[in-house]
């Protein structure tokens, strides 16, 4: 488990210094709308009404949902912020493996 969140980590990393990001529920739901999200990433302590709502959205659209084992401020360290960050959406990879080897991602798009 924790092998498997480092390397989730680091993925995370390599996607804020090379990719494009979205940070926080109304720009994520924003860019949903618009279909530009490649991968939602949402935190385990993420309010029960939002995470309902963005995997809703996410099934409609066909995007893939990674649900993060760790809470908030442990995706804020990851994703390189200095404030907390409950969800958190990929729209350009900059490196194309990235997606694909994260889990939770439906690869139907």
């Known amino acids: 488990m924790k092998k498997s969140l480092q390397s989730i980590n680091s993925r995370l990393q390599l996607v804020t210094k090379s990719g494009k990001y979205v940070l926080g529920y109304k720009q994520i739901l924003k860019m949903i709308r618009q279909g530009k999200v490649k991968l939602m990433i949402l ?3 993420c309010p029960a009404l939002r995470k309902f709502e963005i995997e809703y959205y996410a099934m409609l659209v066909k995007t893939g949902v990674h649900h ?3 809470n908030n401020i442990e995706l804020h360290t990851a994703s390189g912020k200095y404030y907390r960050v409950c969800t958190l959406a990929i729209t350009d990879p900059g490196v194309p493996d990235i997606i694909r080897s994260m889990p939770g991602h ?3 798009k």
């Open 43 to 45: 935190a385990n302590n």
């Open 68 to 70: 993060y084992s760790d």
């Open 106 to 108: 439906t690869g139907e």
